[in-house]
């Protein structure tokens, strides 16, 4: 077909223009409706309970179901990259991204889906448990921005993202059916839903499958940069008078692979053949409508995750010893880890008086994870000699753990005046983290075999942590708003208890962790007259604690091993602090028949740890995205196209052991999108990215971004 040529992209293009200029003749229409709807848009994620966009104390921004319907991307982290503050980091897996906000890790920022938490017990800051769900089962996205652990709990250092399912439908029956191909990956992406309510009941059935390639770039394609995923939901609602209960099933498959391109390995692959998550869901709402208590809201789950890791790695290095040769070592490791996760969270809303909401809570939540692996070490010289580099070593290791957190919350809105609201919130937790069981076995073919029993083991911790905000709306077409809220963000068992191995390193836990906090202060504004839309905040936060691996040097909860240049070894330690201030714009203007918007973070960011202090932490000073959107409807469709520039400057990483350098990009892209039909149930939608086939990499992720591509995307909603 023409989109897998280079050819066939300009064709398209110059289609679609014929398309537009043919309908010139046509009035054209503002989006100006579209931004008063998202003016009073219903979010929840900002405070518990169903309130306007436009009213919400926190930096909150929304992708819909009609962005949803549209979107041709390969994931939904790409969906939220163009959103101010929020960046995609890949970690060499492009099958499974993760997204950072306002400059901290995927591993402080929380993911919920339907409020309820996707944790991930897993090591390292940039192992968060990345987007294990996809578009089909949605009804909207909702990104808040800045810590909010005192309503939704820990890792919400960065900020929280929602991902809130659909719940029925209008009638008693609908759905949609999409499938999108993408020449980058020469992959296609199928999903249906089917969705409705029958009196008391509403439902919706959803699945969806995905098979990419390897991508392609102005290099040519990358090798295992491709993946496949699948996904299948159910949700089952019932409405009985002032009560309604629900059921939601959901379940999300991955597989994929690590990119690397580095000659410095003889031989390198890492793959996660399986990824999962399951989970079950229940959902009880009670409209008590009393002078005081308004509602009740319980709901409960459980989540299961497992992961199926496999490295190998082989490095071949010259000895400098004619005797010797040269130094081969190779080392496989498999590990295959189980955690469920049940959790259940509590919610009475209050209004005391006519001016005053109230919202009181309690949560749970217990972790259990099963982890099991095995490793095999493979040394040798090309002479033979000596006989201490020639060996093999086997290894072997199980662990169970649990961590478990209960807490109390609550939020209080007052309505001061006409124009003045004040919240406040806290939040008090108590937590414990408990090796409960393990083993670990070698057998050497030098020093032996050898058994060790893992002790149990328990770390307790408790925090409080407040925020409070101040909204002022005493301006025509205008809501000011300033903000503080605390972070708080406790290590994972593995970063307590586990020895993690993979690429022939070794890092190992450290039971004397603290948790990691941080404050953050914020100014904002909304704006919406005029024909002009604009949402912005200034912020600036200090976090401390920050977990981070160290070097070994002989240390004694390094088994006296020490990193060196054949192997490396590593242990978690808080060293790190973060200062990170920065301004955030979106801006949009609907009073030419063109209108023009712009988006964007400015951001500078500092790292301050036991040998170091540097503001070069890789982060770009200024990423985003402007363009012009013009709206047609002509006689048999609605036409939109949208023009825009996607960029980001330069960056330096100077916190590693070697500095890096990430040069600045802009890419040109070009997207067109048209309904048809009755009620315009048709859609078809084109995306022509990279336009002049930029050759580029984003500061966080680590796999080149794909050249000149087109996206293409059918949709029938019936």
Same mark, same amino acid.
């Given at each position: 077909?023409?989109l897998r040529t280079?050819?066939?992209?300009?064709?398209?293009?110059?289609?679609?223009l014929l398309?537009i200029q043919?309908?010139?003749?046509?009035?054209p229409?503002?989006?100006g409706s579209?931004?008063a709807e998202?003016?009073?848009e219903l979010?929840?994620?900002?405070?518990?309970?169903?309130?306007?966009?436009?009213n919400?104390?926190a930096?909150i921004q929304?992708?819909n179901s009609?962005?949803?319907?549209?979107?041709t991307?390969?994931?939904?982290?790409d969906?939220?990259q163009?959103i101010? !503050?929020? *960046? $995609? @980091?890949?970690?060499?897996l492009a099958?499974?991204?993760?997204?950072? #906000?306002r400059g901290?890790?995927s %591993?402080?920022?929380l993911?919920?889906i339907d !409020?309820? *938490? $996707? @944790?991930?017990?897993?090591?390292?800051q940039?192992?968060g448990?990345g #987007?294990?769900i996809?578009?089909s %089962?949605?009804?909207?996205?909702e990104?808040?921005?800045g810590?909010?652990?005192?309503?939704y709990?820990?890792q919400a250092i960065g900020g929280?993202?929602?991902?809130?399912?659909?719940?029925g439908?209008d009638?008693?029956i609908?759905?949609t059916?999409k499938a999108v191909y993408?020449?980058a990956?020469k992959?296609?992406?199928?999903s249906?839903?089917l969705q409705g309510?029958l009196?008391?009941?509403d439902?919706r059935v959803?699945g969806?499958?995905?098979d990419?390639g390897?991508?392609?770039?102005p290099?040519?394609?990358?090798?295992d940069?491709g993946?496949e995923n699948?996904s299948?939901?159910v949700?089952?609602?019932?409405t009985l008078?002032?009560h309604?209960f629900?059921?939601s099933?959901?379940r999300?498959?991955?597989?994929?692979q690590?990119?690397?391109d580095?000659?410095?390995?003889?031989e390198?692959s890492?793959?996660?053949?399986k990824?999962?998550r399951?989970?079950?869901?229940?959902?009880?709402?009670?409209?008590v409508?009393?002078?005081y208590?308004?509602?009740?809201?319980l709901?409960?789950?459980?989540?299961?995750?497992?992961?199926?890791f496999?490295?190998?790695?082989?490095?071949?290095?010259?000895?400098?010893s004619?005797?010797?040769?040269?130094?081969?070592?190779?080392?496989q490791?498999r590990?295959e880890?189980e955690q469920k996760?049940?959790?259940m969270t509590?919610q009475s809303?209050f209004?005391?008086?006519?001016?005053?909401r109230?919202v009181l809570?309690?949560q749970?939540?217990?972790d259990?994870?099963?982890?099991e692996?095995?490793?095999k070490?493979?040394?040798?010289?090309s002479r033979g000699?000596?006989?201490a580099?020639?060996?093999?070593k086997?290894t072997?290791?199980?662990s169970?753990s649990?961590?478990?957190?209960w807490?109390?919350f609550g939020?209080?809105?007052w309505?001061l005046?006409?124009n003045?609201?004040?919240?406040?919130?806290?939040?008090?937790?108590?937590?414990?983290s408990e090796l409960?069981s393990?083993n670990e076995s070698?057998?050497?073919t030098i020093?032996?075999n050898?058994?060790t029993?893992?002790?149990?083991?328990?770390?307790s911790?408790?925090?409080?942590v407040?925020s409070?905000?101040l909204?002022?709306?005493?301006f025509?077409n205008t809501e000011?708003?300033m903000a503080?809220?605390q972070?708080?963000v406790?290590?994972?068992v593995?970063?307590l208890?586990?020895?993690t191995?993979a690429?022939?390193?070794?890092?190992y836990?450290?039971?004397?962790?603290?948790a990691e906090?941080?404050?953050?202060?914020?100014v904002?504004?909304?704006?919406?007259g005029?024909?002009?839309?604009?949402?912005g905040?200034?912020?600036?936060?200090?976090?401390?604690?920050y977990?981070?691996?160290?070097?070994?040097s002989g240390q004694s909860?390094c088994k006296g091993?020490?990193?060196s240049?054949?192997?490396d070894?590593y242990y978690?330690?808080?060293?790190d602090r973060?200062?990170t201030?920065?301004m955030?714009?979106?801006?949009?203007y609907n009073?030419?028949s063109?209108?023009?918007?712009?988006s964007g973070?400015?951001?500078r960011?500092?790292f301050?740890g036991?040998?170091?202090?540097?503001?070069?932490t890789?982060?770009?000073?200024?990423t985003?995205r402007?363009?012009?959107?013009?709206?047609?409807?002509?006689?048999?469709?609605?036409?939109t196209?949208?023009l825009?520039?996607r960029?980001?400057?330069k960056?330096t990483?100077?916190?590693?052991?070697?500095?890096?350098?990430?040069?600045?990009?802009?890419t040109?892209?070009?997207?067109?999108n048209?309904e048809?039909g009755?009620?315009n149930?048709?859609?078809?939608?084109?995306?022509?990215?990279n336009l002049t086939?930029?050759?580029?990499?984003?500061?966080?992720e680590?796999i080149?971004a794909?050249g000149i591509?087109a996206?293409?995307?059918l949709?029938?909603?019936f």
């Amino acid at each position: 077909m023409a989109l897998r040529t280079r050819n066939g992209y300009f064709l398209l293009s110059s289609l679609t223009l014929l398309v537009i200029q043919s309908a010139t003749a046509a009035t054209p229409s503002t989006s100006g409706s579209s931004i008063a709807e998202e003016k009073n848009e219903l979010v929840v994620t900002a405070t518990r309970s169903e309130t306007s966009l436009w009213n919400s104390p926190a930096t909150i921004q929304v992708i819909n179901s009609e962005q949803l319907e549209k979107s041709t991307r390969l994931s939904l982290a790409d969906e939220l990259q163009d959103i101010p !503050g929020v *960046e $995609v @980091t890949d970690n060499a897996l492009a099958g499974r991204k993760q997204i950072r #906000i306002r400059g901290e890790a995927s %591993s402080r920022v929380l993911i919920l889906i339907d !409020g309820q *938490e $996707v @944790t991930y017990q897993r090591a390292g800051q940039n192992f968060g448990p990345g #987007i294990l769900i996809d578009d089909s %089962s949605l009804e909207r996205i909702e990104v808040v921005k800045g810590p909010y652990s005192v309503l939704y709990g820990s890792q919400a250092i960065g900020g929280v993202v929602n991902f809130i399912t659909r719940k029925g439908g209008d009638s008693p029956i609908g759905g949609t059916v999409k499938a999108v191909y993408d020449s980058a990956t020469k992959g296609w992406r199928e999903s249906a839903n089917l969705q409705g309510s029958l009196g008391n009941f509403d439902y919706r059935v959803n699945g969806s499958y995905a098979d990419h390639g390897d991508r392609d770039t102005p290099d040519g394609r990358l090798p295992d940069t491709g993946f496949e995923n699948n996904s299948q939901g159910v949700w089952l609602g019932y409405t009985l008078d002032k009560h309604k209960f629900g059921l939601s099933l959901d379940r999300y498959k991955l597989s994929t692979q690590t990119y690397l391109d580095d000659d410095a390995y003889e031989e390198f692959s890492v793959a996660i053949p399986k990824l999962e998550r399951e989970k079950v869901g229940l959902f009880y709402d009670f409209a008590v409508d009393g002078e005081y208590l308004k509602s009740i809201h319980l709901d409960g789950y459980t989540q299961k995750l497992e992961r199926d890791f496999k490295n190998k790695v082989k490095v071949v290095t010259p000895s400098g010893s004619p005797m010797i040769g040269d130094l081969s070592v190779a080392n496989q490791t498999r590990t295959e880890d189980e955690q469920k996760t049940y959790g259940m969270t509590l919610q009475s809303n209050f209004s005391l008086s006519e001016n005053n909401r109230l919202v009181l809570g309690a949560q749970y939540q217990q972790d259990k994870v099963t982890q099991e692996s095995v490793g095999k070490t493979e040394s040798s010289s090309s002479r033979g000699f000596p006989a201490a580099v020639n060996y093999s070593k086997n290894t072997q290791a199980n662990s169970k753990s649990e961590q478990t957190n209960w807490s109390i919350f609550g939020q209080d809105e007052w309505k001061l005046s006409d124009n003045w609201t004040w919240t406040l919130g806290a939040r008090q937790y108590w937590l414990e983290s408990e090796l409960k069981s393990g083993n670990e076995s070698a057998s050497h073919t030098i020093s032996g075999n050898s058994f060790t029993t893992l002790d149990s083991r328990s770390v307790s911790d408790s925090a409080f942590v407040t925020s409070t905000s101040l909204r002022y709306s005493g301006f025509d077409n205008t809501e000011l708003r300033m903000a503080f809220a605390q972070g708080y963000v406790f290590p994972t068992v593995a970063q307590l208890f586990m020895d993690t191995s993979a690429g022939g390193g070794m890092t190992y836990g450290n039971q004397n962790l603290d948790a990691e906090h941080s404050n953050n202060f914020e100014v904002g504004a909304r704006y919406n007259g005029n024909m002009w839309y604009v949402d912005g905040a200034i912020y600036y936060s200090e976090a401390k604690d920050y977990i981070a691996s160290i070097a070994c040097s002989g240390q004694s909860i390094c088994k006296g091993n020490t990193s060196s240049a054949r192997a490396d070894y590593y242990y978690y330690d808080n060293v790190d602090r973060a200062k990170t201030y920065g301004m955030e714009l979106s801006a949009e203007y609907n009073g030419w028949s063109v209108s023009p918007y712009a988006s964007g973070n400015i951001l500078r960011r500092q790292f301050i740890g036991q040998d170091m202090k540097t503001w070069d932490t890789g982060e770009p000073g200024v990423t985003g995205r402007f363009g012009v959107k013009y709206q047609l409807p002509l006689s048999a469709l609605d036409l939109t196209s949208d023009l825009y520039i996607r960029a980001a400057s330069k960056a330096t990483d100077n916190t590693g052991t070697t500095t890096q350098k990430y040069p600045g990009w802009a890419t040109l892209n070009l997207a067109f999108n048209s309904e048809f039909g009755p009620e315009n149930q048709y859609q078809v939608n084109l995306e022509l990215n990279n336009l002049t086939d930029k050759r580029y990499q984003t500061a966080h992720e680590s796999i080149p971004a794909a050249g000149i591509n087109a996206a293409v995307g059918l949709t029938w909603k019936f």
